[in-house]
């Protein structure tokens, strides 16, 4: 059997009709650039989520930067975030001119705690980006708490978050504002690149719809030098068009992550994602530790089973961020999970055989 890792056209043939419908109707109407269908999968995705603003951008890397560029964040400043995370989450706090400053995850829920929040606190830091990694919430309420009390701004990277809650409130609607990255892969993904951003405050989505585009809200009227972050007409039809089943897609991933909690169950050499108290996980990704990692994961190439390491170094041992200078044995965790994480094959319409097949390979090796 052949398992992907991931098969993004599955979801295009069931809904084939819908995508190439919206597509061929942003090329009739010309509206290659924001336009109608931008507008539309504001409007819906601010509905669907439960925000009062949705600003859609050119990917989720800007999103986040321009939340912090917006925020007054720059030179001096330093900014809390995970170092486990995708490099996007560091190299935008850069950009601003602050500094990134890592925490090590908590070794069983592989996120951000309060607790490594607190210890990274400084007179300098401004805000915490707290990232919500492979659709598992982090200690948002203690990170929340803290940022309140510290007079922190909270920013939340949810690129890999759609539609996660804890306690019932869902990723981004925490903090002052929510980055997404519609990248093809994500849990909504666009056929290109894409992100936004989402928040209650009326000041800074209005800043940030400006700094997106040009620094203009109306054509010609730039207030501020700004940046051109736009999302793409096509790219916004898409997004609609997945828009009424993604739901249900997030459903189905929850289904297949409980399918391979079974058929793993029992397997001591590894250690399958726990889910933290009163959260509801979305799987972007379904991360296992594992013992003898390599070879692991050679074997599973063999027997035909893709999987992937998210990610293979930790961003404070990557060489650009070098110049901070900080060694591997100040993230223990982080530094760890380089060497024992593996992702398995995730996705919605991933059918049980193909679970309980990379299931049966996992046991076979260690037996
Ligand atoms: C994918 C991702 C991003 C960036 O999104 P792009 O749309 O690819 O720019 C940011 N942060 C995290 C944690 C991600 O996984």
Known sequence: MQVPFVDLKIQYQSIKNEIDTAIADVIDNTAFIKGKYVSAFERQFAELYGVKHVISCANGT??????????????????????????????????????????????????????AVLNAITPNTKAVMAVHLHGQMTDIEGIEKLCKEKGLYLIEDCAQSHFSEMNGRRAGTIGIAGSFSFYPGKNLGAYGDA??????????????????????????????????????????????????????????????????????????????????????????????????RDELQNFLNDKGVATTTH???????????????????????A?????????????????????????????????
């Open 62 to 115: 800007d999103s986040l930067y321009i939340i912090m560029r917006m925020l007054g964040i720059g030179s001096g400043d330093e900014v809390i975030t995970a170092a486990n995370s995708w490099i996007s989450s560091s190299e935008t706090i850069a950009q601003t001119g602050a500094k990134p400053v890592f925490t090590d995850p908590d070794d069983e829920l592989m996120s951000m705690s309060a607790e």
């Open 195 to 292: 992100g936004c951003i989402i928040t209650n405050d009326d000041e800074l989505a209005e800043k940030c719809r400006m700094y997106a585009n040009h620094g203009a809200l109306k054509k010609h009227h730039h207030k501020i030098e700004g940046l051109n972050s736009r999302m793409d007409g096509i790219q916004a039809a898409v997004l609609c068009a997945k828009l009424p089943h993604i739901l249900k897609w997030t459903d189905q991933r929850i289904a297949n992550a409980a399918l391979y909690n079974k058929y793993l169950d029992g397997i001591n050499e590894i250690r399958i994602p726990k889910v933290r108290p009163s959260s509801k996980h979305t799987y972007h990704i379904y991360m296992i530790r594992a013992e003898r």
């Open 311 to 333: 990610y293979p170094t930790a961003l404070p041992n990557l060489p650009a961020h070098s110049y901070l200078g900080y060694k591997p044995s100040d993230f223990p965790v």
């Open 335 to 367: 530094t760890q999970l380089e060497r024992d994480i593996l992702s398995l094959p995730m996705y919605p319409e991933l059918e049980e055989d193909a679970i309980k097949y990379v299931a049966e390979q996992i046991r076979a090796f260690y037996n």
